[in-house]
């Protein structure tokens, strides 16, 4: 099940960073990112054990660098 | 004058190195064009007619010695304010750095003054470049040369606005999230996004490492090809550049479009766009099929996932960048880009790790979608230049919506790390703008550069030139 933050969600997460917001702005927050996360849910469950994020610089680098 | 602000970057460079035109007349053209146009577009944040005069008598006198300083010996320009110059004042578009001055300067910037180039200010920007439209609560708004109650696109603001107006022969932008392909494509100019690892963004202000591309707001895709001939390249204050020898980008642009393949995608991209807009891609297409390229239809994995991802890490990056300043001056930011900064204090640490860890498989997968092409053909934006009013959104609750509709076609690219050239494809008819961009492979910006060159050398777009309004 794809997870939706809450407000309270958001407000936990900016405390743990160190900043408290009010109700209305972790509302807000939480709103803003949702879409984001419900349309990366399902890549993020699918991901393969063995994969790290220099993947990236594997598959940009060696077959098309100085093209 | 306007013989003179009309001319190419190349244009400029050719007519001083060959004493035809000197640099104090080409400095003065532009001070002139920008002491008329600034007051209806505010493109600069910072205007320096005493620096640019006495950088253009410098470059004058050592030419007539015999001296020349590069490829752009005695050409003033003007760049986006997040470009660190040592000892000179870089706002990044903030009241927080309003009194910035770095001690160091970006290795972009740095090569192209090596080149020879004359400061005459510093354009602007979005604030922290966080922003698609070019809204600035702390400078002022930057306006549309085609129309000022429009936006010029962001937040390379300055950057297309006075490129187009023919304030400045040329500009660095920067491009996170479409910040050079937006302004290109509201204000009429040449914009390149370069691949992650292509060009240095040492001394750039940061916004997302992973996402941060340098780019440049040209006239023609020549002028993009000499910046990027100047500025490509590695360098060991940016370990992400890529070593090993750079394509020669300037005799790209003398090859032809014949024998070119490009895929139009066969959804999203051609989805929710306006009429005018519609048309100006069929006309793009009937245009690349008349001078020799082979136009197919593609098929493309899922681009709002990606944009998603490519949302995420902007977001997280973006607010562990600004976390000190948001504990501590959170009341310096405006409205809108604070909210934007603490929306990514929100994401969880999973979720940004599963972002990063796609961007291989993803990239293999566009890869594997696009390997019967040399580039993808699309939309920038789904409508031309929106007014400044429908899109000040300030810190409503709806703001991010508002703003992911803007750069929905540009995320992607930025997620995938790829290089785009926007270039001028028509004109609606209220006389805006549309520009299309043409997607490459990694490192491949000769093949657009290429596609850019012979695509003006068919159309006139990238000639027109704003008026002065009333």
Known sequence: MTYVPTAEDAAASTRTAGITVPPETAARMARAITPALTTFAPIAQALPFDLEPATFLAVQKPKEAGK | ?470
């Open chain 2, 1 to 470: 004058m306007s013989a003179i602000t009309d001319l190419t970057l190349t244009g400029i460079a050719d007519a001083i190195a060959g004493k035809r035109i000197s640099s104090r007349e080409a400095t003065e053209a532009c001070l002139a064009r920008i002491g008329a146009w600034q007051p209806h577009l505010n493109a600069f944040i910072a205007i320096e007619p005493e620096t640019a005069l006495a950088g253009a008598d410098a470059a004058d006198a050592a030419l007539a010695s015999g001296q020349n300083f590069g490829p752009l010996h005695g050409v003033p320009l003007a760049h986006k304010d997040m470009f660190y110059d040592a000892g000179h004042i870089s706002t990044c578009g903030s009241k927080i750095r309003r009194d910035f001055a770095p001690d160091t300067t970006s290795t972009a910037l740095a090569r192209i003054k090596t080149a020879g180039t004359v400061r005459l200010g510093t354009l602007h920007m979005v604030e922290f470049a966080y922003g698609p439209t070019g809204h600035n609560a702390h400078f002022g708004d930057c306006h549309n040369p085609w129309n000022v109650a429009h936006v010029p696109g962001g937040s390379s603001s300055g950057s297309g606005a006075a490129v187009a107006a023919r304030l400045t022969f040329a500009a660095l932008g920067s491009d996170t999230g479409g910040s050079v392909r937006m302004p290109a494509h509201f204000c009429g100019t040449t914009g390149l996004k370069t691949t992650v690892g292509r060009v240095s963004r040492a001394g750039a202000m940061p916004l997302s490492h992973s996402l941060d591309t340098i780019g440049f707001l040209t006239r023609t895709a020549e002028d993009a090809a000499l910046l990027l001939a100047l500025t490509a390249g590695a360098d060991d204050a940016d370990p992400t550049t890529l070593g090993g020898p750079v394509p020669d980008y300037m005799a790209a642009t003398r090859g032809t479009l014949a024998g070119l393949t490009i895929g139009i995608p066969s959804a999203f991209y051609v989805e929710d766009i306006d009429g005018e807009t519609a048309q100006a891609l069929d006309a793009t297409i009937a245009t690349l099929t008349r001078v020799g390229a082979k136009v197919i239809t593609i098929t493309l994995p899922d681009q709002m996932q990606l944009s998603a991802a490519s949302q995420t890490l902007l977001a997280v990056e973006a607010a562990a960048i600004h976390l000190p300043w948001l504990k501590d001056r959170p009341d310096d930011y405006s409205s809108l880009v604070r909210a934007r900064l603490e929306n990514g204090l929100a994401y969880s640490g999973v979720t940004y790790e599963q972002a990063l860890r796609w961007r291989g498989p993803a990239l293999q997968a566009h890869l594997a979608a696009v390997a019967g092409v040399d580039a993808i053909l699309a939309p920038v934006c789904p409508t031309p230049a929106p007014t400044l009013a429908d899109t000040d959104v300030g810190g409503a609750p709806d703001a991010e919506a508002a703003i992911q509709v803007i750069t929905r076609f540009t995320r992607p690219v930025n997620y995938l790390g790829l290089p785009s050239l926007v270039v001028p494809t028509g004109r609606t008819a209220s006389g805006l703008p549309i520009g299309m961009q043409f997607i490459g492979r990694p490192f491949a910006e000769d093949v657009l550069l290429r596609i850019g060159a012979d695509f003006q050398r068919n159309t006139d777009f990238h000639l027109a030139a704003p008026e002065l309004p009333a």
